[in-house]
Nanobody, 117 residues
Framework: QVQLVESGGGFVQPGGSLRLSCAASGSIFGMYVMGWYRQVPGKQRELVAAITTGGTTNYADSVKGRFTISRDNAKNTVYLQMSSLKPEDTAVYYC???????????WGQGTQVTVSS
C-alpha cells in the first residue's frame, strides 16, 4: 500500500500563487508516476500535471505556463507550484501515484484550493 499526505491548499486571490506538496510513504519503490488531479462538484476528476521518475512532465492545456510540477525522488515527494491563479482553478486537488507495472492508482485525501476576490 501507498499512503499520500497532501499539504498547501488554501484561499488565494486571482493572480496569486500557491504551492502544493504531497509526500508518499509505504510501498513506494521502483518506477512510478506522480501527479495532481483536480475535481469540482458535478464534474469528473481531471489531470492537472504529472511527472515520471525520470522527470518527464505532462500538463493540462489550461495550466500550461502557470503551473509547474516537480518531484524529489529521495523524499518521495511531489510538488505543484501554481502561479497566476484564476477563479476557474478552484477545486479539490488530489495527489496521485500510478504504478504502471501493476496498473494501480493511489490517491491522497485531497486539498481545497479556492481562488476568489
Amino acid at each position: 500500500q501507498v499512503q499520500l499526505v497532501e499539504s498547501g491548499g488554501g484561499f488565494v486571490q486571482p493572480g496569486g500563487s500557491l504551492r502544493l506538496s504531497c509526500a508518499a510513504s509505504g510501498s513506494i519503490f521502483g518506477m512510478y508516476v506522480m501527479g495532481w488531479y483536480r475535481q469540482v462538484p458535478g464534474k469528473q476528476r481531471e489531470l492537472v500535471a504529472a511527472i515520471t521518475t525520470g522527470g518527464t512532465t505532462n500538463y493540462a492545456d489550461s495550466v500550461k505556463g502557470r503551473f509547474t510540477i516537480s518531484r524529489d525522488n529521495a523524499k518521495n515527494t511531489v510538488y505543484l507550484q501554481m502561479s497566476s491563479l484564476k477563479p476557474e482553478d478552484t477545486a479539490v486537488y488530489y495527489c496521485n501515484v500510478f504504478k504502471s507495472l501493476i496498473n494501480q492508482h493511489y490517491w491522497g485525501q485531497g486539498t481545497q484550493v479556492t481562488v476568489s476576490s
